[in-house]
DNA sequence: ATACAATCCAGGGTTTCTCCTGAATATAAA
DNA sequence: TTTATATTCAGGAGAAACCCTGGATTGTAT
């Protein structure tokens, strides 16, 4: 039974190292010893070795992404208490993670503006077998459940698309669609996103496909690292077809 | 003479404070005492009260951004050496600061990737009145002095006015252009991203539109914060239009 | 079985964007 | 003064994006 600490910059893992150990609350419930590690493939190397009881993944790691590191450990270990550590709220990651997580799977969702004493709050109620989650993300996990705002896959797949810049075309060719299916799901997608469109207000105040894109980026419906990933694995696609 | 430290982060300030003040190569060479402050306005507010020597700012902070607060800073104090710290080497900040510092200026810009030898040299380097970049910054700084690759005042207020989801009607009256002349600008600003055009290639693969968007972020010529800004900038002057 | 939502698709019409050529201005460098 | 460069504009053509209605197909919940 021990601590598991990833993350990619040294000066969050002393931190919350010193933390733990030093936190009086925490004194002998922390399963020691603690082993570190600095990015996700060493996350999932390091469980295996250890089986530890807690976890901590920073989100944004070269190689292996926390989430993904996550969800592979989880799926050896489903009993490992998790903690992801993320300096944004975006909502891409807590869709990412909802999938991941098991339903009964015990985690935490800590930003790192959090306080000291939050994440030992967080550490706290994961080792008793709930989950914390940060304030912040209430109403980004809210904004995933609600029907009427959230996107389904087809339509987050048609965000992704023309926030590469993609054209209808483009599209429709990626995916296997004819260009009006496309169209279909981006109108859906502009509706749910609130942007309005020519009919609504009289003249025109919005281009929708960059509005959309802007305003799904403050979101955190997309980000630039996810749109990274994606654009590489379009790259990959289409060296497969020559 | 004293220095200080601003940022509204307490974990970074702390971390920086401790660094300074146990670092060997540093001692006695660090004018004490060491004051902070959590956003812009204060930054400003203590270096008019303390006239410190030297002057660390991280970049994103509330109500008043570390470049502007450089800005007022160097405005009232000439002699002040400043230190930026970013997150990120984003082109747009390199952009803003050459026009903030004056030319004989003493400063430093180090990301918090840096090490902390690095941070330390910094610091020296600007005590005995040289600048000091980060090296992950350097190549940012050619690309902003090149000519070809680096965009003019107009190419980039287009871009930021794409980037947000305006349609060139609404660009055109919110510059006092015509449409044509935007899709002027529009038109260079593709060309110096380097994105292809219908001509270019025989089967159209960019929305060039949403295309820009996606490679100026990518290469830091804008950001979300930014681009928040610019939003709620657009929103007085439309208050002040009514 | 029925209802519902999500999806793909079609046709046809309107607007916006992009492309091309070309011209007039202004400013700064040679 | 000439030469470049940046910039604003024009007209007209074609492509892409958006609007509306509506049909067919799935799967899923009641």
């Known amino acids: 039974m021990s601590t598991l600490i990833v993350d990619d910059e040294e000066r969050d893992r002393t931190w919350l190292k010193n933390l733990l150990t030093t936190s009086p609350s925490l004194q002998g419930e922390l399963p020691q010893p603690i082993h570190e590690g600095q990015d996700g493939s060493q996350a999932v190397e390091l469980a295996t070795k250890h089986h530890p009881k807690l976890v901590f993944l920073d989100i944004k790691m070269p190689n ?3 989430i993904k590191a996550a969800e592979q450990i989880l799926k050896l270990l489903p009993d490992t208490g998790v903690i992801m550590l993320s300096n ?11 999938k991941v997580v098991p339903p009964n799977g015990v985690f935490g969702y800590v930003l790192k503006s959090a306080s000291d004493e939050q ?5 706290k109620a994961v080792l008793s077998g709930d989950c914390w989650i940060h304030p912040g993300i209430a109403r980004v ?21 023309i926030a590469l810049g993609m054209t209808d075309h483009a599209i429709a060719k990626k995916l296997y669609l004819t260009e009006k299916a496309v169209q279909s799901r981006l109108k859906s997608l502009y509706a749910k996103l609130g942007i309005p469109g020519r009919s609504e207000s009289h003249d025109t105040e ?7 894109v ?6 955190g419906l997309i980000n630039q690292s996810e749109l990274d990933d994606w654009e590489a694995k379009m790259q990959e696609s289409k060296a497969d077809v020559k």
């Open 88 to 98: 944004f709220s975006d909502e891409v990651y807590v869709r990412q993670l909802w």
């Open 64 to 66: 292996l992404s926390g």
């Open 141 to 161: 996990i809210q904004r995933t459940q609600n029907r009427a705002t959230s996107l389904t896959p087809a339509e987050y797949e048609a965000l992704v698309c």
């Open 214 to 219: 802007y305003v799904s980026t403050r979101r």
């Open 119 to 123: 994440v030992v709050e967080a550490a």
């Open 206 to 212: 919005f281009n929708q496909r960059c509005r959309a």
